[in-house]
């Protein structure tokens, strides 16, 4: 039996020019809304921002087959792309207009598998610290009965941003 699956995405180049006019927190409101499309990489794996507020990122993501890694469980990449994602987010929506951030490093912890059965998982993201350079944040990855999956921290540079 042949598996395929097919999906679609909006211009990257839309939401990459919002960034930086507003605060960060007003920029991921509008993905979260869909007023402001999402990034490819939400399409190509499946998740989306479920949550944002100031210091917090949240991610949700059902688990599939397209997921798997050869030993069948979902890839230690996905389980990295949600928590970067989160961890990032959640400095983002600490910025100022004119302010972005990139991430220098990611260390995570796998402490679960996570299969088809494991069900909807949440990527929770927030701030530890933040200064006028770098921020450190944390994410964590839970399963639908708040089971900690994994876990990584995070530490990102800000950076001005090109006036638009």
Not at 48 to 64: D, I, N, Q, W, Y
């Amino acid at each position: 039996m042949g598996r395929s699956r097919t999906y679609e995405w909006e211009d990257p180049t839309i939401s990459a020019s919002a960034v930086g006019v507003a605060s960060g927190l007003e920029f991921l409101r509008e993905i979260a809304a869909g007023r402001i499309p999402a990034p490819p990489v939400c399409a190509t794996l499946g998740f989306g921002l479920e949550e944002v507020a100031h210091g917090r990122a949240v991610f949700s993501l059902v688990p599939g087959e397209e997921h798997y890694n050869p030993i069948g469980s979902v890839h230690g990449g996905v389980y990295a792309t949600l928590l970067d994602s989160a961890a990032g987010c959640a400095v983002q929506s600490t910025l100022p207009a004119g302010m972005g951030y990139t991430s220098l490093d990611l260390a995570v912890k796998f402490l679960r598998p996570v299969t088809l059965d494991t069900g909807t998982v949440r990527a929770v993201g927030s701030v530890l610290t933040s200064g006028r350079r770098t921020a450190l944040a944390e994410a964590h990855l839970y399963d639908e009965a708040d089971r900690l999956l994994a876990h990584a921290t995070s530490t990102c540079m800000l950076l001005p941003l090109p006036a638009p």
